[in-house]
């Protein structure tokens, strides 16, 4: 990463910020979403105090040579703290073990940004070094130990949390907990990132120690790109199981609304005397696709008349045959009765006089009205889906009275 690649990462994690900040506010007494805030904002801001411009900016407003440095280590201490106190409230468990955890987790996080606070003050560190902090002052006094103490917490945070997610990840596979098990391998993924990031520097400190810079390549040019994404996918993956499942119902409502369209448009002359339902332009996905079922609901209740429970039957018996499973034999039978009845005439079309009209002695077997046999924006959804597939010349539209004239 040069000089202004880090201001990219920073970019995206506060355009994540700014979505998330209106949901956050909300919900801001629970400690998942402060969580969630400051993994974000620590994320972001150790990208911009980590790139070098603004490490040298910071030094000249600042007068302290190489003062952003601690800043960035302060920074993704808080990251990794955040990580491992949102893990132990998404997993759960009993309140009280929680909480004690918890306060653990943030004392020694206290504790280590103190020290780190401490040690940096002990220091001499003139030379300013907006890329290779770690390896030009890793055998210098305080600051050297500085450096190891936030490789250390940073590799042992990165172990744990990567070590819980992927247990958590293994004992949700059988309970299909599909956005909660790909949010935390994405969590694994990342955290192993971070500590790949570590050890990369370690590496090249230890060669530090060693007496050679031949290695200082593996700081400040392999291990920067690592970090940066696995920060980005720490975030995305504590967001997985908050937006998938929204964007899982966005996808499921715009589909049923889309695949709806064909049978709400066929039954629009049947629409009757009530007055038109109205939504802002501004309603869900989920609003609108409720909306359209409601209505397309409306509709066949006006056109029920007109429904030949014989042809239903036979239509039900001629899918079955043709091997299809019971639910779906009834979703196409109520498609082609549709079909039929919508074919016959126009909106004052009559029941058909060469069949006996349903009555309501009729057999207790006998398919009761379609909005209670299927119903629902789903069920709503197949059956246009089914319907626009079926032409009134088709067999299996004639299929009752085929199988009546036999």
């Not at 993994?39 to 972001?44: Q, R, V």
């Not at 005397?273 to 509709?299: F, N, Q």
Request: with cysteine; charged share 15%.
């Amino acid at each position: 990463m040069q000089r202004s690649d880090y201001y990219i990462p920073a970019f995206a994690l506060a355009i994540a910020l700014v979505v998330k900040l209106p949901s956050l506010w909300h919900s801001r007494r629970s400690p998942m979403s402060q969580a969630i805030f400051v993994i974000i904002f620590a994320s972001g801001g150790g990208f911009v105090f980590a790139a070098p411009p603004t490490v040298e900016r910071v030094n000249r407003v600042t007068g302290i040579s190489n003062v952003s440095a601690l800043i960035v280590y302060c920074f993704l201490s808080c990251l990794s703290c955040a990580s491992m106190v949102l893990l132990l409230h998404w997993r759960g468990g009993p309140e009280a073990t929680v909480r004690r955890q918890t306060r653990m987790w943030i004392a020694a996080t206290a504790g280590v940004i103190s020290t780190f606070c401490v040690l940096f003050t002990l220091s001499d560190v003139p030379a300013e070094r907006p890329r290779d902090l770690d390896t030009f002052y890793a055998t210098t006094p305080f600051i050297g130990e500085m450096i190891l103490l936030y490789l250390t917490a940073h590799a042992a945070t990165a172990t744990v949390v990567m070590t819980k997610c992927w247990r958590w990840s293994s004992e949700l596979r059988a309970a299909k907990a599909g956005w909660t098990r790909w949010g935390l391998l994405t969590l694994v993924t990342a955290f192993g990132l971070g500590l790949s990031f570590a050890l990369l520097k370690f590496v090249a400190v230890g060669a530090r120690w060693a007496g050679t810079d031949a290695w200082d390549v593996l700081s400040t040019e392999v291990a920067p790109p690592l970090a940066g994404l696995g920060a980005l996918m720490t975030t995305v993956g504590f967001l997985i199981p908050v937006v998938g499942p929204r964007m899982e119902s966005m996808w499921d409502a715009w589909r049923a609304y889309r695949l709806m369209e064909p049978l709400w448009r066929a039954l629009e002359p049947w629409v009757g005397s009530g007055a038109p339902m109205r939504i802002a332009r501004t309603s869900s996905l989920e609003m609108r696709a409720t909306l359209r079922a409601t209505e397309i609901a409306d509709r066949l209740l006006n056109l029920a008349p007109h429904l030949d429970a014989g042809h239903r039957a036979a239509a039900e018996r001629y899918a079955t045959a043709r091997g299809l499973e019971h639910e779906a034999a009834l979703i196409v039978a109520e498609a082609a009765t549709i079909k039929a009845a919508l074919a016959c005439a126009p909106v004052a079309c009559p029941p058909d006089p060469g069949r006996p009209p349903a009555d309501d002695t009729a057999d207790a077997n006998t398919p009761g009205p379609l909005p209670i046999r299927i119903s629902g924006t789903n069920g709503l959804a197949e059956l246009s889906r089914h319907f626009s597939r079926i032409h009134p010349t088709d067999l299996l539209v004639d299929a009752a009275s085929h199988s009546e004239s036999n």
